[in-house]
């Protein structure tokens, strides 16, 4: 079975800085798939980024990257130019590619705040 | 284009009483979850389904059931509602390709 473990339950940063959240997994399986969601107090689930652990590369979209370390197991989010908006619960999560058996796990969540 | 749709929003139950959570997706995908929120938690999986007649258990099933009759909806059912299934629950659903999961508003329910 594959665990998420994100280590930091809380983070606050000011505004405009740059923030990194820790995740860790683990899986025995090769091919998998990473995601960081957002959740604002509205609850609603968000993706803000996605890695597949085939591609070296580390995945970013604007403001948002990650550091993907596939033999340690780590998948690190950095928020840079941190906007009040960032405020939110970030959840680290990850499925197995393995048809008929994908499951999305899900870590703890990174409590975030961003003050002004 | 609707996404997941979760109804309640929110509901009330005493000790004993049972429900049913619906969700309904429009996106024609295979994969459906159904997650429990608890305060200042994570999301835990109770139920999911690969497709239409296909459901699996979870990380934390005891006290829920769920079945899949058609590909939108993904139906959740609390029979003895016990004070610790007081919770949020997300319906999501995702296409099978890894992409991306779409998940519902959530329902808030209380078990009093």
């Known amino acids: 079975a594959q665990t998420v473990t994100q280590s930091q339950p809380e983070m606050s940063v000011q505004e405009a800085e740059t923030v990194t959240l820790s995740c860790t997994y683990d899986t025995s399986e090769n091919n998998y798939y990473l995601f960081w969601y957002k959740q604002p107090p509205s609850r609603q689930m968000i993706l803000v980024i996605r890695?597949?652990?085939?591609?070296?590369q580390n995945a970013t979209e604007n403001r948002f990257s990650v550091n993907f370390q596939k033999a340690a197991k780590s998948f690190s989010l950095k928020i840079s130019d941190s906007q009040l908006g960032d405020t939110a619960m970030y959840f680290c999560a990850l499925v197995i590619s393995n048809f008929g058996n994908e499951k999305l796990t899900f870590g703890t969540g990174t409590r975030l705040t961003i003050i002004p | 284009n609707a996404g997941v749709t979760q109804t309640p929003k929110f509901r009330i139950l005493k000790i004993g009483q049972s429900m049913t959570l619906q969700c309904t997706q429009d996106m024609n995908h295979n994969y459906m979850y159904w997650y429990r929120q608890d305060p200042g938690m994570g999301l835990k999986l109770i139920y999911y389904?690969?497709?239409?007649?296909?459901?699996d258990k979870g990380e934390v099933p005891n006290g829920y059931n769920v079945s899949r009759s058609t590909t939108e909806d993904f139906p959740l059912r609390l029979e003895l509602a016990a004070p610790s299934q007081t919770s949020v629950y997300f319906c999501?659903?995702?296409?099978?390709?890894?992409?991306?999961?779409?998940f519902g508003q959530g329902t808030r329910l209380t078990v009093v």
């Open positions: 999501a659903s995702e296409s099978g390709m890894n992409t991306e999961a779409f």
């Open positions: 389904s690969v497709g239409a007649g296909i459901t």
């Open positions: 890695q597949e652990a085939y591609k070296q």
